[in-house]
């Protein structure tokens, strides 16, 4: 005689969020779409490049690829090319202005190591 018991549903978990925007990355971001980049959006993809593999690329865009995804959050919106998702999964983007730079910065949880210089890493 066979026993079929039913096997308990998975609780499924929250995923977390695709990507986040701290405030000073939202206003440095409407300040472009307000200015020079008005009607375009912030794509943020991932590509091959620097000692580490791999660098974040961003472009401003007329419209959004098809298989682009839509973040928004602050009130603001990037899109993130599908093939980079799984590699921002969680990331926080910030902006920051230092002595003689300035620029959009990610805190990836999903980043291992960086290469010295910073320009690149890996997952």
């Known amino acids: 005689m066979s026993s079929t018991a039913a096997i308990p549903a998975r609780a499924k978990r929250e995923l977390p969020p695709l990507m986040q925007i701290s405030e000073r990355a ?46 928004s959050d602050q009130g603001v919106t990037i899109l993130v090319d599908r093939k980079a998702t799984l590699h921002l999964i969680g990331t926080m983007m910030d902006y920051e202005t230092r002595a003689m730079s300035a620029g959009f910065t990610f805190v990836n949880p999903n980043e291992k190591g960086r290469c010295g210089c910073g320009e690149s890493f890996h997952v």
């Open 26 to 71: 939202a206003e440095r971001l409407r300040a472009l779409y307000e200015k020079a980049e008005a009607g375009k959006l912030l794509r943020i993809g991932v590509k091959t490049k620097g000692c580490s593999g791999m660098a974040y690329d961003l472009s401003f865009v007329d419209v959004a690829g098809p298989s682009d995804e839509r973040v």
